[in-house]
């Protein structure tokens, strides 16, 4: 089994990435300079640490470890701010459907 990884790739260089990842483990990660106000759960914008997405490709984890047949979107926020994934999530139509881990320091 191979893996691959993906790191800070532009978006229009996912489809192919993941062509060519075919059925093998990978992730692709997104940081952003920070997140949107997010006035509903009373969140300013949020500044540009903890803010980003790790698609997580036929695989559950991180790293790479636990097999998946299909996909998982990791959001990433500041333990304090761990409302904004549900709202960030609202936003599209979706929902948190994890539970929240906290990163290893």
């Known amino acids: 089994m191979s893996f691959q ?27 952003f300079a920070g997140w949107p106000e997010a006035p509903e759960t009373g969140l300013g914008a949020g500044g540009s640490r903890g803010a980003f997405l790790t698609l997580c490709v036929n695989v559950r984890d991180l790293d790479l470890e636990e097999p998946a047949t299909d996909h998982t979107l990791l959001v990433h926020v500041k333990q304090i701010e761990a409302e904004r994934a549900s709202w960030l999530a609202s936003q599209v139509g979706l929902r948190v459907i994890g539970e929240l881990v906290m990163a290893p320091y």
């Open 5 to 31: 990884r993906g790191w800070a790739m532009p978006l229009e260089a996912v489809k192919p990435f993941l062509k060519a990842v075919g059925n093998s483990p990978a992730t692709v990660r997104w940081d």
